[in-house]
């Protein structure tokens, strides 16, 4: 079993920036792969970040050139940082971790991004 439990979120300016963490109860190169999800009412969670064990990443084009996923190994965490934000990135914010053959969810952080 797995513990996500996520950190950072907060009320942003559009343009500004914030940084979420995710703190893994196991070692986070045996989570594979580590997700960044957001949800909005109504809709969806979609996937805005991705990393590999390997360090290989992904983003949509929502958030590609804005959006920065990385880890510390050495503290288990899950980081993602997102810049230029826009009151569409507004929403609750989860990380998600694959281990076994189980899909890990933290209990979200709610990022508000004022026009």
């Known amino acids: 079993q797995v513990q996500l439990v996520e950190s950072g979120g907060g009320l942003v300016q559009a343009g500004g920036s914030l940084t979420l963490s995710c703190k893994t109860s196991?070692?986070?190169?045996?989570?594979?792969?580590l997700d960044w999800y957001r949800q909005t009412p109504g809709n969806q969670r979609e996937l805005v970040a991705r990393?590999?064990?390997?360090?290989?990443?992904n983003y949509p084009d929502s958030v590609k050139g804005r959006f920065t996923i990385s880890r510390d190994n050495t503290k288990d965490t899950l980081f993602l940082q997102m810049n230029s934000m826009k009151p569409e990135d507004t929403g609750v914010y989860y990380c998600?971790?694959?281990?076994?053959?189980?899909?890990?969810w933290g209990q979200g952080t709610q990022v508000i991004v004022s026009s």
């Open positions: 990393i590999s064990s390997s360090g290989l990443t």
């Open positions: 196991r070692r986070i190169l045996s989570i594979n792969p």
């Open positions: 998600k971790g694959h281990y076994g053959y189980l899909d890990y």
